[in-house]
């Protein structure tokens, strides 16, 4: 417990890097040997530290589009030339990657540094990136030499037989650098994240640690190391088959209420994983408009499609919905609301 209270080394609490260093070898094997880890207070700074040791003002960087308001903010916050990847059921498009790089090579123009890409469960779409569109990624990264930041905070949050592989797993070159996250499997507000990278990555990471905060928190680390030493492997499996689970329910409550409230008024596809519904709006309203002059009024607060944009249209038609704690009762609710208002301004229209 002392060392929970004092300052500990930056990369984060010794017995806790061995655990993860087993836990990433067990889960992902990467067949690049030279990496390593450092915990950071949340993946989402983790993903800021990438980014500003990676990204100058300008460099090109590709997104997922649409992405995760975090990852907006933080490639904002870089200044970079943007480029959107869009993404269907399956994820990013893998040929969008390759005609974008192949224009830029053929009129001379900097190739992308980066791919930022939220594979599994992705924020806002609920999408898992195949393993065959991985693969051809990981092959364009190659060719076109970038460096695919994968921001996997939903591993493990997905409905499918199999756990999905991940970029990590794949990685023959150090081109990988993966940011996991304890939000989604134990605590959001322990605010603890891990980076797996390169080992000259995680140098640099160690010093912007040192830097900025120091490290993780002491005490956040010692208690997510007592909870996994805890655990053995069958038990953390365990855990996460309950984690899956629940989201699963919650996920199917939301599916059966808007079945029942929205159907033929928007479209939707049923996540594979995450905690989240993107919905497009049959209608000609703008999600913001709806979202800020009826929803909230009438006690409904859904996040607008435009929040996951990098230049936030005026025109917005998607909604993103949160399935993740809320009860039946209030999905329910929430869901006639929203399909009542929607119904009245068709009959407007
Ligand atoms: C895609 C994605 N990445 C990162 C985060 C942030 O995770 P953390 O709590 O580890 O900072 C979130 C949180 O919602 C997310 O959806």
């Given at each position: 417990?002392?060392?929970?209270?004092?300052?500990?080394?930056?990369?984060?609490?010794?017995?806790?890097?061995?655990?993860?260093?087993?836990?990433?070898?067990?889960?992902?094997?990467?067949p690049?040997?030279?990496?390593?880890?450092?915990?950071?207070?949340?993946?989402?700074?983790?993903?800021?530290?990438?980014?500003?040791?990676?990204?100058?003002?300008g460099?090109?960087?590709?997104?997922?589009?649409?992405?995760?308001?975090?990852?907006?903010?933080?490639?904002?916050?870089?200044?970079?030339?943007?480029?959107?990847i869009?993404?269907?059921?399956?994820?990013?498009?893998?040929?969008?990657?390759?005609?974008i790089?192949s224009?830029?090579?053929?009129?001379?123009?900097?190739?992308?540094?980066?791919?930022?890409?939220?594979?599994?469960?992705?924020?806002?779409?609920?999408?898992?990136?195949?393993?065959?569109?991985?693969?051809?990624?990981?092959?364009?990264?190659?060719?076109?030499?970038?460096l695919?930041?994968?921001?996997?905070?939903?591993?493990?949050?997905?409905?499918?037989?199999?756990?999905?592989?991940?970029?990590?797993?794949?990685?023959?070159?150090?081109?990988?650098?993966?940011?996991?996250?304890?939000?989604?499997?134990?605590?959001?507000?322990?605010?603890?994240?891990?980076?797996?990278?390169?080992?000259?990555?995680?140098?640099?990471?160690?010093?912007?640690?040192?830097?900025?905060?120091?490290?993780?928190?002491?005490?956040?680390q010692?208690?997510?190391?007592?909870?996994?030493?805890?655990?053995?492997?069958?038990?953390?499996?365990?855990?996460?088959?309950?984690?899956?689970?629940?989201?699963?329910?919650?996920?199917?409550?939301m599916?059966?209420?808007?079945?029942?409230?929205?159907?033929?008024?928007?479209?939707?596809?049923?996540?594979?994983?995450?905690?989240?519904?993107?919905?497009?709006?049959?209608?000609?309203?703008?999600?913001?408009?709806?979202?800020?002059?009826?929803?909230?009024?009438?006690?409904?607060?859904?996040?607008?499609?435009?929040?996951?944009?990098?230049?936030?249209?005026?025109?917005?038609?998607?909604?993103?919905l949160?399935?993740?704690?809320?009860?039946?009762?209030?999905?329910?609710?929430?869901?006639e609301?929203?399909?009542?208002?929607?119904?009245?301004?068709?009959?407007?229209?």
């Amino acid at each position: 417990m002392g060392d929970g209270l004092q300052y500990g080394p930056s990369q984060g609490y010794f017995p806790l890097i061995n655990k993860w260093r087993d836990f990433q070898s067990r889960w992902h094997s990467p067949p690049f040997k030279n990496w390593d880890v450092a915990v950071v207070p949340g993946s989402q700074d983790g993903f800021y530290k990438i980014l500003d040791l990676m990204i100058d003002e300008g460099d090109p960087v590709m997104v997922q589009a649409p992405a995760y308001a975090g990852t907006i903010a933080a490639v904002h916050a870089m200044n970079p030339e943007y480029i959107g990847i869009p993404q269907d059921a399956d994820g990013i498009i893998p040929e969008e990657i390759d005609r974008i790089c192949s224009a830029r090579q053929n009129d001379n123009l900097k190739l992308p540094k980066a791919l930022c890409v939220n594979p599994i469960g992705a924020n806002p779409t609920g999408s898992v990136l195949t393993i065959d569109r991985k693969k051809e990624i990981y092959k364009l990264a190659q060719k076109y030499d970038f460096l695919i930041i994968e921001d996997d905070a939903y591993y493990f949050v997905h409905f499918l037989d199999h756990q999905p592989s991940s970029f990590l797993s794949m990685d023959t070159d150090g081109r990988v650098i993966r940011l996991d996250s304890f939000s989604k499997i134990v605590s959001s507000g322990l605010r603890l994240g891990v980076i797996t990278a390169p080992q000259e990555i995680i140098n640099r990471i160690i010093v912007s640690l040192q830097n900025t905060v120091l490290h993780a928190s002491s005490l956040s680390q010692i208690l997510m190391f007592k909870l996994l030493e805890d655990w053995s492997s069958e038990e953390f499996d365990s855990h996460i088959k309950r984690v899956q689970s629940f989201y699963k329910c919650q996920r199917d409550l939301m599916i059966r209420s808007m079945d029942k409230h929205l159907k033929g008024l928007v479209e939707w596809s049923v996540p594979k994983a995450g905690m989240f519904v993107w919905i497009k709006l049959n209608t000609k309203k703008n999600s913001l408009d709806l979202v800020m002059k009826e929803l909230i009024p009438n006690g409904v607060f859904i996040i607008p499609g435009s929040a996951f944009d990098y230049d936030s249209p005026q025109s917005d038609s998607y909604l993103r919905l949160c399935y993740s704690f809320s009860t039946e009762e209030q999905v329910d609710k929430a869901m006639e609301v929203l399909g009542t208002i929607l119904r009245q301004s068709i009959g407007n229209n």
